[in-house]
């Protein structure tokens, strides 16, 4: 089984500085994807940046990186320069890396407001 | 290309009456997924497909069925809707992100409200 634990329910960011979302995660795979994904007011989930466990190097997605410390076994997505826009709920995700289709493990979300 | 798309966006429905959740893709991905959303929380998977003809059971099947007939289709149908199955659904399906083996980055629709009173 899969548990992924987002530990801040909201957070206020200033324009243009930069935020930390904490993700950690349980599992007993040996290869898996970490995910994180964006969804605005309007409800649709964007997709982000993904980390495999096998990474060396850790992701970036323009303004979006990932903080990946395996051993830790966390997962932090930090936004630079963050826009108004970025206003949003932020989920965590996690799967299996199999042949057959990747079923996602969602946190419970971190919400972001920025202030101009 | 329209992607994933869903309907209907929103839903009413009484105790005890069924419905089936429509959902198709463009993209010609192979999977396909069903999650529910509920309030103030992350999503839990309902259904999964890897491909026509064959799908199976996410973390929360119990109250739903599937079927998976063509590569673009792939419907979730709630029998006798109780009032935990007032949720935002999502219907999502999957690729194989470029140059990264292993990851299946998931394209999702913009989700069903259903409501059941």
């Known amino acids: 089984a899969q548990k992924i634990t987002q530990t801040q329910p909201g957070m206020f960011v200033q324009e243009k500085e930069a935020v930390t979302l904490d993700c950690t995660y349980d599992?007993?795979?040996?290869?898996?994807?970490l995910f994180w994904y964006k969804q605005p007011s309007s409800g649709e989930m964007i997709f982000l940046i993904y980390q495999g466990s096998y990474d060396e190097q850790n992701a970036t997605e323009g303004r979006y990186s990932l903080n990946f410390q395996k051993a830790r076994k966390s997962a932090n997505l930090v936004i630079s320069a963050s826009q108004l826009g970025d206003s949003a709920m932020y989920f965590c995700?996690?799967?299996?890396?199999?042949?057959?289709?990747?079923?996602?493990?969602f946190g419970g979300g971190t919400r972001v407001l920025v202030k101009p | 290309n329209a992607g994933v798309t869903q309907t209907p966006k929103f839903r009413i429905l009484k105790i005890g009456q069924s419905m089936t959740l429509q959902c198709t893709q463009d993209?010609?991905?192979?999977?396909m997924y069903w999650y529910r959303q509920d309030p103030g929380m992350g999503l839990k998977l309902i259904y999964y497909?890897?491909?026509?003809?064959?799908?199976d059971k996410g973390e929360v099947p119990n109250g739903y069925n599937v079927s998976r007939s063509t590569t673009e289709d792939f419907p979730l149908r709630l029998e006798l809707a109780a009032p935990s199955q007032t949720s935002v659904y999502f219907c999502a399906s999957s690729y194989r992100a470029r140059g990264r083996v292993g990851a299946n980055v998931l394209t999702f629709g913009a989700g069903s409200r259903l409501t059941v009173l």
């Open positions: 497909s890897v491909g026509a003809g064959i799908t």
């Open positions: 993209m010609n991905h192979n999977y």
């Open positions: 599992t007993s795979d040996q290869s898996y994807g």
């Open positions: 995700a996690m799967s299996p890396i199999k042949a057959a289709g990747n079923k996602l493990t």
